[in-house]
Structure formats: C-alpha cells, structure tokens
C-alpha cells in the first residue's frame, strides 16, 4: 500500500508522529485518536442484534470497514484508518481443527468475533489433531483476507490479526480449566499445544503479511494506528489469571520466539492483567502495550503515572473520555509517550480543535 490512503489524506504527517513514538519511544510527545459519533456504527447498531450469530457476509462487512474509514478523513487526529478480519479471532484457530466455529455480534461496536467449544474431551486425543492449508476455515480466511486487500487498496490499512498463542491455543483445546491444571499435572501436553500452536500460529501470520503490503513499511492495527515493521498482535490474557512467575515459565519464551519470527508485536493487558506489566514490558520485541479498562479495576488513565514507572519508556496506548482528557490537556498533566484513545468526543469540529492544542503540547 504506497502513499497516499484517500482516507488518511494526512498520511505522511500522522506516520511520522506514530513513528516518533514507537520507534524512538518518545517521552516528550503526546498523540490522540479523536472517536466522534459514527454514522456507520449506528447504523450497524440499527440492522443489527448483540448475541451469537451466523458467519457474516462479507461484502457487508466490507462495506462497513469502507464506511468507517471514510467517516475519519475529516477528522484531523493521529489514527491511520483501517479494517480488521476480527471474524478471523479464536474460531479461525479451532475451526482448521474442526472445531465447532461460532461467531458473537457486538452491535454498538460494529464487531464480530469468533470462537469455539474445546476440541477436545481431554489430553489423551492430541496426537489426533491434524492441519490443513486446504481445510474450509483456511481458505475461507485466505478468501476473506485477499478480498480485504482488493477492497481497501488506495484507500485504508487492513489491521493485523491477533494470535492464539501458547496458553491460548491450549484453551482451544481442552478450555481453561484443564490448562490450567495441565500446567501441573501434565505440563509435556502442553508443551505439546505450544510447539503446535507457534506452527499454527506462524502459517497464518506469514499468510498475512504475504497478503497484506505493508504501509510504507509498517503494519497497520487498531489499537496503535500504525508501526513500523511487520507488526504481531498478541495476547497475553491467559496470564491474567496467574503469577508473574507462570508467566515467566509459560508465557515468555513462546512470545518472544513468535516476535523474533518477524519485526516484533504488541500486546493488550486487561485490569487484572496489571501486575504483568514490568514483565511483559521487557519482552524481546515488543513495540507497545495497550491498556485496558475493566468494571471493578481503576481506570488506567488514572494511574498512568503508576503504569510508566512499571514499564520504562514502553509506547503505551490509552483509553479516556474526552471530558477527562481535555481537562488534562488544558491543566498540562498528560502523561508523555501514549497514544491516548480518546472516547465520547461530541463532534468532528470538536475533535480537530483538540487536536491543534494536541500538536503543540510540549513537556
């Protein structure tokens, strides 16, 4: 994808600052996604029921992602819009194991994901399992990426995929519970399920990148915008569960070899993830963490102070509602190196305004 997207007519100047960030780690630089009310959003809202669902049609869902990236040309922040396969989630792992795929709709985010129940009754029909590229979910998500590509060309990004990795891929298998008892009682099956789940893992991201061109030799996400390099997106959730010291044994060896495979990644923590943060901020390639904010858990634009102590100069990506994000833009107590998320913005004008206080924020 060359230069310049129709839908991030601002492109150069929005790269550079992104680059600024994940590739200097700049402490001294703020940058913003600005989310205003969205026409296409509410109107998926309107055709559209939260719950389980069939596999989406995927030229309405091209449609949306077109839609969606047209809205943000007006909006003057630092966002590289871009599509996401999120069908393409845990039911695209399970389901080229013959997995029973079942897909969620989430109608106020405009979102689809996938899943599925355990493949297996227990450890003992592993050696059973069996790969494909010719299976119907592989070359459903070869068909779905390839029309992606086709329809964004020229006009916005395709966000890379998630993997299911180590521990959870391991929940593919025999679900969470029996993982995490495997850890004790039968911890060679699940270096099984990790040695298989990296193969997996690595088929379907190298398809990917060889699909999908990089943008001016970065990836693309919606998360963090844009990185430069051939950028992975993993997760680390099955560890919110556990110690820093199950995480060290099982977590991250895994990830930094899948990481060294291409030009790093990035990863999410959940509020009771938090106590992973120094840990999996020293991950061998890892380019950004974004926080995220759970009921029950304090907010992590309120402790971002806390964050950065735990984490160094580790570019972080950030939720906040406007209302609290503009009070500390005017009262200049904004935490430096985050792109923060910025929700609930009333309108476009609204947004662009922000944005000009946003650039010329200095430390």
Known sequence: MGSELSCCPRERYVLARLRQLYERRSQDVILARMNVPSPALSEFARTHSSGFCEYPDIEDRL???AARARERMEIHDDSVPSACLSEMDQGLYGGMFGGDVRFLCD???????????PLLADWSEFDALSFDRECVWYRRYAAQLRAFVDSAEGKYGISHLILINHLNFAFELVGATQTYMALYEEPYMVRQATSLAHDVNLCVQRHFFETVPLLNGGTCGLTVQWVPGRILSESV????????????????A??????????????????????????????????????GDDRGYPRSFDILSEVRRHVGNMPLTCPVAFRDFDRALKERTLIGGVLYDVTDVPDGDTANRCMDAVRKYRF
């Open 237 to 252: 959730d099955p560890f919110h569960m556990t110690s820093v010291d199950c995480f060290e044994e099982w977590g991250r």
């Open 63 to 65: 449609a949306f992602w």
């Open 254 to 291: 895994p990830i930094d070899r899948m990481f060294a495979e291409f030009d790093g990644g990035i990863v999410h923590i959940h509020g009771n993830g938090r106590h992973l943060l120094p840990a999996v901020a020293s991950l061998n390639g890892l380019k950004a963490i974004m926080l």
């Open 107 to 117: 109608a106020r985010a405009g979102w689809i994901s996938s899943m599925v129940p």
